[in-house]
């Protein structure tokens, strides 16, 4: 996961759009997603601004599909916070697509291969 040829601009949005899933994700708590650790990892945004996929890793990972299925039900009311959040930087809020972030799980079963 890189933004190679993405544009200043581009890499700017996504780190503001991070940050502020990322916090309001926080305040939701962890209950919300049973128990599980919701991290956003990356933000990749579309050269016109208007999708974003939000990259996250959740912890532990058994509870991932129960997190993921509820941040996409959540999405609608996530976006309206969103927009709040940006409404002065950016003309559109992107719509937002989820990906899990796999590379924590991965990085874990090269530790257990290596641990034989």
């Not at 040829?5 to 996504?14: E, F, I, N, Y």
């Not at 899933?21 to 990749?44: C, D, H, N, Q, W």
């Not at 945004?45 to 996250?56: R, T």
């Not at 003309?91 to 697509?97: A, C, G, T």
């Amino acid at each position: 996961m890189d933004n190679k040829g993405a544009s200043t601009r581009q890499l700017k949005v996504a780190r503001e759009i991070q940050r502020d899933l990322a916090e309001i994700i926080r305040s939701k708590g962890m209950a919300v997603f049973s128990g599980a650790m919701v991290t956003v990892s990356e933000v990749r945004i579309s050269p016109d601004l208007s999708i974003a996929k939000v990259y996250v890793s959740i912890f532990p990972s058994d509870k991932a599909e129960g997190a993921m299925k509820k941040l996409r039900e959540d999405t609608k009311a996530i976006r309206g916070e969103l927009g709040r959040k940006v409404a002065s930087q950016l003309r559109i809020v992107p719509e937002l697509d989820w990906y899990l972030d796999s590379s924590l799980d991965y990085a874990e079963h090269i530790e257990e291969l290596l641990k034989k």
